[in-house]
């Protein structure tokens, strides 16, 4: 966004918002002045679009375009992430509900991918990997190498751990092929390797939540 300058990005929407404002294009001005709050957010001020967008949103509602209350969720997960984890993660979702009401694929792959991201970083793994392919294959649909490639960084963090501990005895278990296939850039096999970490991931879950039924008589599904 302009080259990293969030000030100049603040100011050219601002003017953006206004001319469209002054034409009649509420609409448009609408979203540039939710464009404004994103590049407040990056900037640093994330407290003061956090209030500007509760009006935002009121609006975008308002104006019964799902791609403008979907572009001001998205905005409000950005600008929630680093003080409220559950509450981003909801905005997110909710902004690739309405995204995929008009088949707004950039809205709904920008919403998931940032939700993969953030659950990478504070969320649960589990929900990560689930969501992780799927992502995947709607940015492939678009044509957009980075994002996927974005994507793929997303998950190595997620399992850095994983990586670390084998490096460190040398073990070569799932992690140290993840780094290996991601070096390849072997598309086939990473996205292979996510959904088999997805289904141990799953099965772990299930049996954890058989056993503990077994084990404690208070435990009923």
């Not at 709050?37 to 679009?49: I, L």
């Not at 975008?60 to 950005?78: D, F, I, K, M, Q």
């Not at 963090?157 to 850039?185: C, D, M, N």
Request: aromatic fraction near 8%.
């Amino acid at each position: 966004m302009f080259a990293g300058d969030m000030a100049e990005a603040r100011t050219r929407f601002a003017e953006a918002g206004l001319r469209n404002l002054a034409e009649g294009r509420d609409l448009a001005a609408l979203m540039c002045e939710m464009s404004v709050c994103q590049a407040m957010t990056y900037a640093g001020d994330a407290a003061e679009a956090r209030q500007r967008l509760v009006g935002l949103r009121q609006r975008a509602r308002a104006s019964r375009n799902p791609s403008a209350l979907a572009w001001a969720l998205y905005v409000t997960g950005e600008a929630t992430a680093e003080v409220d984890v559950p509450s981003a993660l909801h905005a997110y979702r909710a902004a690739a509900e309405e995204a995929l009401k008009v088949d707004n694929r950039l809205f709904l792959g920008l919403a998931r991918s940032s939700a993969v991201a953030l659950a990478s970083r504070r969320g649960s793994p589990l929900e990560v990997l689930a969501e992780f392919e799927r992502v995947m294959a709607e940015w492939d649909e678009l044509g957009n190498v980075a994002a996927q490639w974005w994507m793929l960084l997303q998950i190595a963090l997620l399992l850095g751990g994983a990586v670390l501990t084998e490096s460190t005895f040398e073990w070569k278990g799932l992690g140290f092929q993840l780094v290996h296939y991601l070096q390849a850039r072997d598309f086939v096999a990473v996205q292979g390797m996510v959904v088999l970490l997805a289904v141990i991931v799953t099965l772990t879950n299930f049996v954890v939540d058989v056993i503990a039924a077994l084990i404690d008589p208070r435990v009923r599904y």
